[in-house]
């Protein structure tokens, strides 16, 4: 079949992505209620309220600095925080809170692939409804706020914080195996093999990249997805209602992906360590976090994941990895925590969230409104600019099963190199497009 998405070549349009579903825990714990919205005196409650915030140490300190600001200031709408309750997944914790009509008012760690379920639990307020709403959310994001809006087009979510993928490779390595390391070959699909053959043969690791070759359904997100993103100027795994994944540009990146596990230059078993902090593969797939934990460990570089024909940095895309700011239905003082939300995502906390954490906030024009701080971190300054072109995960009915379908063709046709990969990924989107349609 002739397979076809838009070119490669033409400007990145702005497009709403679709929907989102919560992890496949969550999806079998948790039942479906009616759509969130919250009441009336909900919407215009003011007062106390309570948050959540990740238990990552440096976003601990940022909510403690932000919470301590704001209470400082509003002596009768106090914040009271704490870190996610811990569980399986941050998802189930809130989808539990939900159910059990307890969740908090704001969470500071939603996963954008969670937000259709807690919408459908009737867990999440619908942002638009406030005066400003979208109007604040559009002016802070930018074009990308789009793929975060739902089906009906309202915002269940804030976007508020990127971690944009890219390939780290270790220089040391690179310089062991006669390879340069400060301009590596690594931006067309031959390029890359070739170093990878080059890294392998030369015995400095026992794999060139090493991603997870496990089965969970988000996996894809850190190999296939962010390929196929380069590939494609941003395609989304889903668009307009259907799979895009099996077009000749989605199968040329999965035939890159099971050359690489053919050749083992990636292992095809569960490695439980840090393969890249180890050693063990010379590249790695991660996103700003990473600066922090390799800085003493890894002398790394970092570039856009390949294509077939190589793409200039400066308009790759790549995949997200966001968490946002959810507010939920279960609130009584929506009023407060709406002021809360655009306090916490103000120009002046998010340089404060960016300085701490070294993640990036889904603000438009980042590297501009914050010009000293990537003056003074140049590491970060790539994926500063990076941040402006990413992708999100698909928002649609039944998303954690769709990905888990492709991920099932993946795993067989890719890393165990059984099968024909424009068979299998025809297969996977037939049963993606029945699962969405659902």
């Known amino acids: 079949m002739q397979r076809s998405i838009r070119p490669t070549n033409t400007p990145r349009r702005t497009r709403r992505l679709l929907a989102a579903a919560a992890s496949a825990a969550m999806v079998v714990a948790l039942g479906a209620c009616s759509s969130g ?10 007062g106390d309220i309570t948050i959540w915030y990740s238990n990552n140490e440096n976003e601990v300190k940022w909510g403690k ?6 209470n400082a200031d509003n002596p009768d709408e106090q914040i009271k925080a704490q870190e996610i309750p811990a569980g399986k997944s941050s998802e189930e914790v809130i989808g539990a809170a939900i159910t059990a009509g307890n969740a908090p008012c704001l969470v500071f760690n939603t996963a ?10 009737g867990g999440l307020v619908d942002l638009s409804s406030f005066e400003d709403g979208d109007a604040y959310i559009q002016e802070r994001t930018g074009d990308l706020s789009e793929q975060y809006q739902s089906e009906d087009g309202k915002f269940y979510q804030m976007p508020w914080k990127s971690n944009p993928v ?9 310089a062991a195996a006669g390879l340069d390391p400060e301009n590596p070959e690594l931006a067309t699909y031959d390029e890359f093999l070739a170093t990878a053959r080059t890294l392998v043969s030369a ?4 794999y060139a990249i090493n991603p997870a070759a496990t089965s969970e359904f988000f996996q894809s997100w850190f190999d296939f997805y962010p390929t196929y993103a380069a590939e494609t100027d941003g395609s989304l795994f889903i668009e307009d209602g259907e799979a895009t994944f099996n077009s000749d540009e989605g199968v040329a990146a999965g035939e890159f992906w099971k050359t690489i596990y053919a050749e083992n230059l990636a292992g095809k078993e569960k490695y ?8 063990l593969a010379a590249m790695a797939s991660a996103g700003p976090w990473a600066v922090n934990v390799y800085k003493d460990v890894v002398n790394w570089g970092a570039v856009p994941f390949p294509s077939s024909a190589g793409t200039d940095p400066a308009s790759a895309y790549t995949f997200s990895d966001a968490k946002n700011v959810g507010m939920f239905t279960a609130c009584e003082n929506q009023a407060t925590a709406w002021d809360v ?6 120009e002046e906390q998010d340089g404060q969230l960016l300085e701490l954490t070294g993640q990036m906030p889904l603000r438009q024009d980042l590297p501009e409104v ?9 590491a970060y300054e790539q994926f500063g600019d990076q941040a402006s072109r990413t992708v999100e995960v698909p928002q649609v009915p039944n998303s954690v099963a769709a990905w888990q379908a492709f991920r099932d063709a993946w795993t067989k046709t890719v890393i165990s190199g059984e099968g024909d990969v424009a068979d299998a990924f025809d297969a996977a989107a037939d049963k993606v497009n029945e699962l969405i349609a659902e």
């Open 37 to 46: 919205g919250g009441d009336s005196d909900s919407a215009e409650g003011r």
């Open 65 to 70: 600095a932000m919470v301590d600001a704001w």
């Open 112 to 121: 954008p692939v969670a937000v259709p379920q807690f919408q459908k639990q």
């Open 166 to 174: 890219m390939l780290f490779y270790n220089k040391d390595l690179f």
């Open 203 to 206: 015995g400095v690791s026992q």
């Open 272 to 279: 439980t360590g840090d393969s890249f902090a180890d050693g």
């Open 341 to 346: 939300l655009k306090f916490a995502t103000s």
């Open 370 to 378: 914050y010009p000293d701080y990537f003056a003074a971190n140049p």
